[in-house]
């Protein structure tokens, strides 16, 4: 019964978190504009978002495999592919559980044991930490009179939403360190493993052994090209937002990245409230701000989605052929 409650919680609490703050940012908000700003949204540059996305999630698949291949595992290139495809999607529902199913794929489908996939995926996640880090210096340093404008007015989505702000923000820290506490209590559950330790060093330590260290640099460097792109290309679905430039595309791409860290379904509500707090700070109106925002994320969470049900087809009909 404890388990179940558990898993319960897992979901409902992102979930309602991020509805929370969802409803704090658009209580007030007339959705009927979301719907003329769909019909004029130029899907030419949809398209283009799209393929970026899908770009990226085929780029970090196999990015994965070359990580792998120093471990002496060489999954299928499908199976690595789809198995990102199929976390991205699972992240949806429950935060962070997508770095799991990536590795329980992996050792269903191909063989590949669990724990030197997840010894790997650490490593992954420690480099695109440092990429993130290096992007968010640039983009600090180059907008800096933005940035610290945002931190003086941090907490206005309007001049009126001052404590609504803040609000978010607190959730956001609590929510934060729940996640480091229980991710924490894993840790120690693990350590008692001593077996599966020493796998899982293994695979944290199998960049050194990389002989193509070079391609997984290009590869980390094309993926967060490929992130960045899908969000900046978003400005020209609108004229409102079409004037804005790479330098802000910038400092909202890190400041959305670091808000997705919130445990919430593919940062729902945190990045909403980066995205328009900043987007302000450029000039665009609230509406409009909260427009884009909640556009953007709604539909490349649709995408995310239908991925992973693509993903989970193929992976079943790869099963189905196995086994004749």
Not at 61 to 80: E, I, M, N, V
């Amino acid at each position: 019964m404890k388990k179940i409650s558990n898993k319960i919680l897992k979901v409902l609490f992102p979930l309602l978190l991020g509805v929370f703050i969802l409803y704090i940012i658009y209580n007030d908000f007339d959705f009927s504009q979301i719907w003329v700003s769909l019909k004029e949204m130029d899907m030419f540059w949809f398209c283009m978002t799209t393929i970026f996305i899908i770009l990226s999630h085929v780029i970090r698949g196999l990015r994965w495999k070359l990580a792998l291949a120093p471990l002496d595992l060489h999954p299928t290139s499908s199976t690595s592919i789809n198995s990102i495809f199929v976390a991205y999607a699972a992240n949806l529902v429950i935060p962070r559980v997508g770095e799991v199913s990536r590795c329980v794929i992996l050792e269903q489908y191909d063989k590949i044991p669990f724990a030197q996939s997840l010894g790997t995926l650490v490593t992954e996640r420690l480099i695109d930490t440092l990429v993130v880090a290096i992007m968010t210096t640039v983009a600090v340093a180059l907008q800096w009179n933005v940035f610290m404008e945002f931190i003086n007015e941090v907490g206005f989505v309007t001049p009126d939403k001052s404590i609504g702000g803040w609000i978010v923000i607190a959730l956001s820290a609590v929510a934060i360190a729940v996640m480091l506490y229980l991710f924490m209590r894993k840790m120690k559950i693990w350590k008692k493993i001593r077996s599966f330790i020493a796998r899982f060093s293994e695979g944290l330590l199998s960049l050194r052994k990389m002989k193509n260290g070079w391609l997984f640099v290009l590869e980390t460097l094309a993926i967060w090209f490929c992130y960045f792109m899908q969000f900046y290309l978003c400005f020209f679905y609108f004229p409102f937002t079409s004037g804005l430039s790479f330098l802000a595309g910038l400092l909202l791409f890190v400041a959305g990245s670091i808000a997705v860290v919130v445990p919430t379904p593919n940062g729902a509500g945190p990045w909403h409230f980066a995205v328009i707090s900043i987007m302000i700070l450029y000039g665009v109106s609230s509406t409009d701000a909260s427009i884009f925002a909640f556009i953007v994320h709604s539909t490349q969470t649709l995408i995310v989605a239908i991925l992973g049900i693509y993903a989970l087809i193929m992976l079943q009909l790869k099963k189905r052929s196995n086994k004749n």
